[in-house]
């Protein structure tokens, strides 16, 4: 899967728990991403083949695989959905809390997700 930069991460969008989740953390001059992907649809190889496998031109990228999302998020799209698919999943963000004042948005509105505070 290709991502073309952090408006791609957010894309990302949860049915029956799985316990599968990966770190996604992407690094440029000035950019510095770290989100968590919970699976709670999409098929396990799907998901780790293609969902955590984000190709991000001139980003360092690392991809942590885990069973749950690790504590310590400023927010959380719950239940987001996939744009044009009927998977879901949850997107933990990681960073500048400031960021919610656009993350919050798109996940209510592009990924029909509920935004939460851990």
């Not at 989740?21 to 001059?29: T, Y």
């Not at 999302?69 to 949850?90: E, I, K, L, T, W």
């Amino acid at each position: 899967m290709r991502w073309m930069g952090l408006s791609l991460l957010l894309t990302f969008a949860c049915g029956e728990a799985l316990a599968q989740a990966c770190v996604v953390h992407s690094q440029a001059e000035r950019l510095d991403v770290k989100v968590c992907q919970q699976n709670r649809n999409i098929p396990e190889k799907l998901f780790a083949d293609g969902f955590c496998q984000p190709t991000l031109a001139g980003q360092k990228v690392e991809v942590q695989y885990v069973d749950q999302c690790p504590a310590g998020a400023f927010g959380v799209c719950s239940n987001a959905q996939v744009a044009n698919m009927p998977y879901r999943q949850d997107i933990h963000y990681y960073g500048v809390a400031t960021d919610a004042a656009y993350l919050q948005p798109y996940c209510e509105t592009q990924s029909q997700g509920t935004w939460l505070k851990p």
